[in-house]
């Protein structure tokens, strides 16, 4: 889809190369706070998933990459109503509007690891920049 040709352009990747997508659910108080699709190359990180399986942290699985620290190079923020999948995980009236967040994190010297798209329910979020 369109956003799989946008994670390629983040992640300097040929269109059609393999990459890992991951989706993840973060939810308070049983409340769905945000869903967030991640990308990352499939030849740098490729058995990605299995080890953030074991520790949901994206940060630690870097880190078990080696890459101990890591930017936050770029965050473009829009809003947008929720489509029909969106307003089923995050439990929404239907015409909620979302809060999306693209961002691209790299390591310290400029490279790109992850491509994320973060989708917020809109009452429910204030974001500080």
Known sequence: ???QSQ???ALGLRAGTKVTRLETLSSADNRPM???TIWLSYAAFPDFAVRFAENPSITATLASYGIAD???ASTRI???HADADETATLKLAPGAILLVSEAVDTDLAGKPLLYALSRFPADLME???
Do not use: E, I, T
């Open 70 to 72: 890591y930017a936050r």
């Open 34 to 36: 945000s869903r967030a």
């Open 1 to 3: 889809g369109p956003h």
């Open 127 to 129: 974001l500080v920049v």
């Open 7 to 9: 994670a390629h352009a």
């Open 78 to 80: 829009s809003a947008r």
